[in-house]
Nanobody, 123 residues
Framework: QVQLVESGGGLVQAGGSLRLSCAAS????????MGWFRQAPGKEREFVVR????????YYTDSVKGRFTISRDNAKNTVYLQMNSLKPEDTAVYYC????????????????WGQGAQVTVSS
């Protein structure tokens, strides 16, 4: 069992930056691929980015490439999402997720989810 807790959300003006953190419980964090998803009001949850167990490979959705950066620190059981050049359309609840497999761009590829962190970007 893995428990995930996101932090670092908030309100920021367009063009600003935020860094989300996702802290995982347990001693097997490095055995999970990790992903970030987001859900805007009235929309379905969508994939944002994922990272492999070692952190050696990352995969981004096109709309955040060049602006967002995922990283992980396996010694601290934490995955991060650095978000720069934020746009109003980035406004959503952001969820981190852990996969016992290789990760995926699909929600069904993940086994554990955090409670979400609200990110609001004002224009």
């Amino acid at each position: 069992q893995v428990q995930l807790v996101e932090s670092g959300g908030g309100l920021v003006q367009a063009g600003g930056s935020l860094r989300l953190s996702c802290a995982a419980s347990g001693r097997t964090f490095s055995s999970y691929a990790m992903g970030w998803f987001r859900q805007a009001p009235g929309k379905e949850r969508e994939f944002v980015v994922r990272i492999t167990r070692s952190g050696g490979s990352t995969y981004y959705t096109d709309s955040v490439k060049g602006r967002f950066t995922i990283s992980r620190d396996n010694a601290k059981n934490t995955v991060y999402l650095q978000m720069n050049s934020l746009k109003p359309e980035d406004t959503a609840v952001y969820y981190c997720a852990a996969s016992r497999g290789y990760g995926s761009s699909l929600s069904s590829g993940y086994d554990y989810w955090g409670q979400g962190a609200q990110v609001t970007v004002s224009s």
